[in-house]
């Protein structure tokens, strides 16, 4: 990027957040400290009145509007496949105000580009699997979550717990939003509970914003909640087993979700390692799938579980 490019691009940086640290900017351009306090210098010689709070950062000064954001074709496309990706992975109220915004974007855009994203539309598409949506579950309160968290307000909802299926009212301070295997996850302190809580949103059947604030400085962070919650256990078993050549190739990622640590192969098989925190029963079953295919070595336990489970099925099956 040339510097002229690279002052618009920090100009604009400056307009979309209250105060930018020097840090922020460098990291983003990857470009020293140094050039960072030229660059910033570089803008208010021009006229551009930004300010700078010690040990802070840079902030423009209130008043000041930078003239209408103009898109190159690469972010119009960027912004297109974001629009795709949300409608199959956002909750209703979402989809609706990006579709808002995606018309707005497409307003200011020029003819060429207008037309190049009418083209790549029909060219681009996301697939997803999605679970029955049941009636109870609305599937829209994504956008009143967000503005929880902007605002801190609490929120009154009522949920759906997975253990005993019946519906509790709670009342909680959000700390933060994130999306995982097809789902969404609001994070958040349960006043019931006294306690941080995992709420998967499908299970919300209503919601609303009440008028009472929470001070967010007060609890833990987003990203400290997943750190602590979301850290892999130690491995506490391990696992040792040859597959024959012709079906080991089958296995693809299979194996790294089970814990892989040692592959050795021959002509004809593959000895695996795994080290995990699975139950024995659960790799047990993973195993039993692959039939004579694959022979335990260690451990015992492993051996003798599987021999059972055979037991089983043999009974099950009358043979």
């Not at 989809?95 to 060429?112: C, P, T, Y």
């Not at 933060?176 to 609001?186: A, D, F, Q």
Request: hydrophobic share 35%; with cysteine.
């Amino acid at each position: 990027m040339n510097r002229i490019d690279r002052l618009s691009a920090i100009l604009i940086q400056l307009q979309g957040k209250k105060i930018v640290k020097a840090a922020e900017i460098a990291e983003r351009f990857n470009i020293s400290l140094r050039t960072v306090y030229r660059d910033v210098k570089a803008l208010q010689e021009s006229g551009v009145p930004i300010g700078a709070e010690a040990g802070t950062g840079y902030y423009i000064v209130e008043g000041y509007h930078l003239p209408p954001v103009m898109f190159n074709r690469e972010e119009a496309a960027a912004l297109l496949t974001g629009e795709k990706l949300m409608e199959q992975f956002s909750d209703r109220s979402n989809r609706q105000q990006f579709s808002s915004a995606m018309q707005k974007i497409r307003a200011v855009l020029r003819g060429s580009e207008k037309d190049f994203l009418e083209v790549l539309d029909e060219n681009i598409a996301v697939v997803r699997n999605h679970a029955p949506q049941l009636d109870e579950f609305p599937n829209r309160f994504l956008t009143d979550i967000q503005q929880a968290l902007g605002k801190q307000q609490v929120l009154q909802l009522e949920y759906r717990a997975a253990h005993t299926s019946e519906f509790t009212k709670r009342e909680v301070e959000p700390i933060g939003i994130y999306h995982n295997n097809n789902t969404w996850y609001l994070i958040a302190w349960c006043l019931l509970r006294r306690d941080y809580r995992n709420f998967r949103t499908d299970r919300i059947r209503n919601l609303h914003l009440t008028n009472s604030s929470y001070d967010k400085s007060k609890h833990i962070s987003l990203q400290e909640f997943m750190e602590r919650h979301n850290s892999e256990p130690a491995p506490s078993h391990t696992y040792k087993v040859c597959f024959n050549q012709r079906v080991a190739r089958y296995l693809g990622s299979q194996k790294y979700y089970y814990g892989l640590v040692e592959e050795k192969a021959d002509d004809q098989h593959v000895t695996l390692t795994f080290m995990n925190s699975y139950p024995l029963e659960y790799f047990a079953r993973w195993i039993l799938m692959w039939g004579n295919d694959v022979t335990i070595i260690t451990p015992d336990e492993l051996t003798e579980r599987m021999q059972e489970l055979t037991r089983q099925l043999v009974t099950h099956y009358n043979i």
